[in-house]
């Protein structure tokens, strides 16, 4: 299992800019696919983007493609989210997730390992 911390979270402006980082201890990481989540309060968790293990595939929602990208330093053990053109709408706790295996998914039953997630606040 590999243990997962995100940070960079915080309060924007909408039309401002936030990256997220998850660091990854405890595995592997090289050969671990990883995701982005999010859950608005009242809300079911859902897919934000996703990278395989080796950086040669990745997925986004439709709400934030064009917008936002996800990245990883396997030297680093670490997966980013650049957040761009943010809206009130992308207000949510956001959580890193890894899936063992290689490939990513758009299913967050697929993950298997979480970290405890970091507030995104867009204001208007």
């Known amino acids: 299992q590999v243990q997962l911390v995100e940070s960079g979270g915080g309060l924007v402006q909408a039309g401002g800019s936030l990256r997220l980082s998850c660091a990854a201890s405890g595995r592997a990481f090289s050969t671990i696919a990883m995701g982005w989540f999010r859950q608005a309060p009242g809300k079911e968790r859902e897919f934000v983007a996703a990278?395989?293990?080796?950086?040669?595939?990745?997925g986004y929602a439709d709400s934030v493609r064009g917008r936002f990208t996800i990245s990883r330093d396997n030297a680093k053990n670490t997966v980013y989210l650049q957040m761009n053109s943010l809206k009130p709408e992308d207000t949510a706790v956001y959580y890193c997730?890894?899936?063992?295996?290689?490939?990513?998914?758009?299913?967050?039953?697929?993950?298997?390992?979480w970290g405890q997630g970091t507030q995104v606040t867009v204001s208007s």
């Open positions: 997730a890894a899936r063992y295996g290689g490939s990513w998914s758009r299913h967050n039953y697929e993950y298997k390992s």
């Open positions: 990278i395989d293990w080796s950086y040669v595939s990745t």
